[in-house]
Each structure stands twice: as structure tokens, then as C-alpha cells.
């Protein structure tokens, strides 16, 4: 007995001695998966700590999308290191991270409270748990828009079209309703990734399709009332590769609405547009975003323009009319947990509101004949007056956008 006790005990020593030479137990760094962004520049082992940044791409000159997965992290507690050498700048909004130990499919935020925004976290898994995942923003994926179109496939007119081939090969994809050549109802434009790395429009433009594609009185009414053509990932080689996305050199996506645009997708959206301004023309267009990192309120009343749900203003004072009326009518439907003001609306000539050469889909969507209403449409990332964004608040305010919507069409008519 004691001689196979003693075997029994070597033979798992063996085994430790043969994990720590080979490293099985070290910790490991992996973002090469749909969404994944992160450079590594240090792992010390014996500390647990990571030194780590996120990775620009073709951005110029900062962005602040990362995205990583770190393996063999049971039973210990690992310091994040953000360390941009070009940019020292918090990466990490007030919520802190946004965590999943399931592969990505829920995700949660690691601060139960507002913290002023920093460049590293702890982390200690829970006890069974080796790997987690961790993201700047709670990630939206061509993955996740696939799930919501399996359950809504054939579902009230629901379908998924092709669109374009972008410049990758990947097939980018449309959804339209009551398309006709000869305009024959109000004409609804809906977008978003224009910005690769802004997963919160995603969110809310789901939620509205939630609506549109629903059996409620509101969705038979949207159905009813107007022709849809909406592109949910305008920038879909982006999103899946896990780029910032914005300000990509020489333009981005929303900087693309030029006589020759170099995003397959922004040509075919303006053939579209431009197919529509002949027929009638296009009454509303709505481009969902996503702001700059949030922050932490100072004395829990007044927000950073990066921490409310706000409409851009445009320059033109008709345009604004419009805008600030479907503002009221949003804060007045609005019933989701993220609170919309129609007074946290950004006025053209204010903060970054500024440049009146910009190219975006709201400002190129303006100058079209017929156009009534036309804006982008600004959630932020983590912390939406003093609220956490989650997956199932933010598609709850698009609902509240499609109901607010319905009573804007009633406008026009
Ligand atoms: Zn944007």
C-alpha cells in the first residue's frame, strides 16, 4: 500500500512539474476571434499581471475598441495593464469592463457603481471559471444579428437580403418592407456600423426591428404606415475583424457619402438613396452611433455629451425642427431604463457638432429632395445617465424609437 501511495503521489507531481515546464498554467492572451482587438506587450507570470492596448489598425490618430480573452486565469487574481504609449488615455468607461465567462453570450459590467474612468482592472475568476472574456463595451456581432434573424426569419414579412460584397468578400446583407418604385407610403432609411466598433447602435436598431417585425398594434401600424430599407452593419468587415473602425485612414464609412465613395456598401446605400430621391424621395433617415467613452458623473445631475442618448443637430434650422420634434415625441414615449431628454440634444456649432464639410449619412441624407427628417442617432457604450447599458435596455429603447417614430410619420401626413 505504501509503495502505491507513494507511485500515486509521484505520478501527480510528475504531472505539475510537466504543466509548469510546458506552461499549461500560465496565463494566455487570445483575441484573434469575430470582435477580438488587443496587442499584448507583457505578461509577468509570477505577478499576474498583463500589460496590454488596444490595437488602432488604420485609425488615426486614437480610438479606444479592445476586445481580448485570457485563458488560465483559475484561482488568481490578474492585474490589466492598459499601456498606450502614444496616448496614455483611459480605456476603461465608468462601468469598468464588460466581462463574459460564457463565450460572449451574456456579458456584465464589472462595476456595480459609477467609477471615474481608468487604465487597468483586477480581475478574480469565480470558482470552475478559467476563461473570461473582456471588451471596452458590451460587443454586437454579425453572430448576434444571426440569432435575431433565425427567430424572426419569415416572421411578418421579416427577410434578410443580399446587399453588396464588401471589400473583404463578405456578403453584407439588407432587410427592406413594402418596397415599391412608385412611392406609395413615407419612406423610412434605418443604419448602423458606419463605425466598425459602436455595438450600442446595433443594439437599439435591433430593438427597433424588434418592434417593426412584432405582432403588437404598434408594429401591424409601422408595417403598415411607411417603406423600410435598413442596413445593420454598414461597415460588416469591421465589426467582424474588431477595428475601431473610426476615422480610418484616408476616410471612414460615414465620411465616405462622396461622389465616388470607396465602401462598396456607402455606393450601394447612395444608388439607393439616390434611386429613392428620384421617386418621391426619402422622409426619414435615421443612422445609429455610438458617442466617445462615457464618464462618471461629478455631482450625479449633469452628463457628458458621451454619457446621454442625444440627437446631432443638423446645420440647417428647417432639419433641426424636425429633429427636436421627434426628440420630444421619444422622451415623451420613451419608457425603456435608459432615459432620453429631448434637452440633451446637440446643437449644430456645439462640442465636436462643428464641421459643416462633414460627409456622414445624416448630413449627406439632408441635402436630398424630400427628406423630412434625417439624423444620426447617439447611444452611449456604458453609462447612460448614471444607467448601465445591457443588452436587453438598449433593444428596449429601440422599440421606444420605432413607437415614437409611428407618431412622427402621423406628422407628415
Ligand atoms: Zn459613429
Known sequence: MKIRHFMAFFCVCAVLAQQLLCGEDNIEISSSYPGGNAIVENIDQESNTVEIRQDMRDTKPWWFYWNFKAKNIGGKTVKFKFVDKTKPWRVIDAFGP?????????????????NTAVNEFSYTAPEGINEAQFSYCIPYLYSDFELFAKEFEGKNGFKVEPFCKTRQGRQNFCIKLNE?????????????????CEATGSY?????MRELFSDSEEGKALRSAAEYFIIPMMDLDGVENGDQGKSRVPHDHNRDYIDTPI??????????LLEWESSGGTDIIIDFHSPSIGSKSKDGKTFSINSVVFLPGQNDSEKETQQRLFSEILEDINTSELPFLASDFLPFGKSWNKDPHTTGL???GATLKGTKLSTSFETPYATCRGVKT?????????????KALLKYIKTLQ
Not at 466581462?99 to 462595476?111: A, E, M, P, V
Not at 412608385?182 to 456600423?193: G, H, M, N, T, V
Not at 445591457?390 to 420605432?402: D, Q
Open 98 to 114: 464588460a466581462i463574459s465567462t460564457d463565450g460572449g453570450k451574456t456579458w456584465k459590467w464589472q462595476n456595480p457603481k459609477e
Open 180 to 196: 415599391s418604385s412608385a412611392k406609395e407610403k413615407p419612406r423610412i432609411f434605418l443604419a448602423s456600423r458606419h463605425h466598425a
Open 204 to 208: 437599439v436598431l435591433e430593438g427597433f
Open 263 to 272: 465602401y462598396p456598401s456607402v455606393a450601394a446605400a447612395k444608388k439607393k
Open 362 to 364: 445624416a448630413k449627406y
Open 390 to 402: 445591457s443588452k436587453e435596455n438598449l433593444k428596449e429603447l429601440g422599440r421606444c424609437v420605432a
